[in-house]
């Protein structure tokens, strides 16, 4: 079956480390992958897109990488800070889907400690 | 401002009764999308639309229903015949999802939200 996944739920790191989220898929066929932070209460932010021939992606703090043959993404903030505190979503567009749709995973729950 | 805009933020109904949650963009969009979202759940996809006048059911259509008459608004209504409504609903729109076959994509723009409580 389809199946994308956030590995964690909740990931908890010290202030200036870095965060590491992964994102793997099982039986799709990824055109690109998308991150997105999400604050309680409210809706999705887009932050990076990364697409199926592109390894890596930086922006800021930010770096996503993409390994089609792991099938995994991984979303990176360097010198986190307690303002990253947040859930990031990825997503991603499959070959063959409908135009434009995403998939989302569950999440995963990021906390900085100051 | 250009976004995208839901209301109420949070709504109360009984069982039994429809109720119509508001979508409205400014940002020129041709796609716009319903999600729900539940707690330890992903987002859900429940229509989209790719163009005025004409949508698609999502992954979890039943009960729910939609319409697209203008390119700014894409209201969901929640019928009575969906089982279980209390739920997180975001509304989200985007360029022309050419995307793929085009080579090109786009990111989704997500409104606040609205909190449906059905009791």
């Known amino acids: 079956s389809q199946k994308i996944e956030q590995n964690s739920e909740a990931l908890n790191i010290q202030e200036g480390k870095t965060a590491t989220l992964t994102c793997n898929y099982t039986?799709?066929?990824?055109?690109?992958l998308q991150w997105y932070r999400q604050d309680p209460g409210r809706g999705p932010v887009f932050l990076l897109l990364?697409?199926?021939?592109?390894k890596e992606k930086r922006k800021e703090r930010l770096k996503v990488t993409f390994d089609t043959t792991l099938k995994q993404s991984l979303f990176h903030i360097t010198a986190s800070q307690p303002a990253d505190s947040a859930t990031y979503l990825c997503a991603l567009a499959a070959r063959g889907g409908s135009q434009g749709n995403l998939i989302f995973g569950k999440g995963t729950k990021l906390s900085v400690k100051p | 401002d250009g976004g995208i805009t839901q209301s109420p933020k949070y709504l109360f109904r009984k069982e039994g009764q429809n109720v119509t949650l508001s979508c409205e963009q400014n940002l020129n969009h041709d796609a716009m999308y319903w999600y729900r979202q539940d707690p330890g759940q992903g987002l859900r996809l429940i229509y989209y639309s790719q163009i005025v006048n004409d949508f698609q059911k999502g992954d979890i259509a039943e009960g729910y229903s939609v319409s697209r008459e203008k390119k700014e608004s894409f209201p969901l209504t929640v019928t009575s015949a969906q089982k279980n409504p209390t739920a997180f609903y975001l509304c989200?729109?985007?360029?022309?999802?050419?995307?793929?076959?085009?080579?090109?994509?786009?990111?989704?723009?997500f409104g606040p939200g609205t909190r449906l409580t059905v009791t």
């Open positions: 039986n799709y066929s990824p055109a690109y």
């Open positions: 989200a729109s985007s360029m022309s999802p050419l995307g793929l076959a085009g080579g090109r994509s786009y990111e989704q723009y």
């Open positions: 990364i697409r199926e021939n592109e």
